[in-house]
């Protein structure tokens, strides 16, 4: 069982910068692949970014490449979004997610994840 807890939403202007966190509390944290989904109301929840267990693979949505990073510190069992150059159309509740899959892989699937973060809101404004 794994337990996520996210920080670091907020409001920030267009163009402006964000950092999320996501503390992972239980055993094990570094077989899991990590993944940053969000989510507006009305739509479905979106991957925007994932890694590996080691952090060596990654994943990026196209519309978040060059400005968002995924990275991750198991000595600290913590994940973070790394979030620049924002927009208005960035705004959304974003989770982090846990998948149990094998070693090098970095799911994209909605499915492959079992373990949800109970989401931090990220608002951009014009």
């Known amino acids: 069982q794994v337990q996520l807890v996210e920080s670091g939403g907020g409001l920030v202007q267009d163009g402006g910068s964000l950092r999320l966190s996501c503390a992972a509390l239980g055993h094990t944290f570094s077989r899991y692949a990590m993944g940053w989904f969000r989510q507006v109301p009305g739509k479905e929840r979106e991957l925007v970014a994932a890694v590996s267990w080691s952090g060596d693979s990654s994943y990026y949505a196209d519309s978040v490449k060059g400005r968002f990073t995924i990275s991750r510190d198991n000595s600290k069992n913590t994940v973070y979004l790394n979030m620049s150059s924002l927009k208005p159309e960035d705004t959304a509740v974003y989770y982090c997610?846990?998948?149990?899959?094998?070693?090098?892989?970095?799911?994209?699937?909605?499915?492959?994840?079992?373990?949800w973060g109970q989401g931090t809101q990220v608002t951009v404004s014009s």
């Open positions: 997610a846990a998948a149990g899959v094998p070693r090098v892989l970095v799911p994209t699937k909605l499915y492959e994840y079992q373990y």
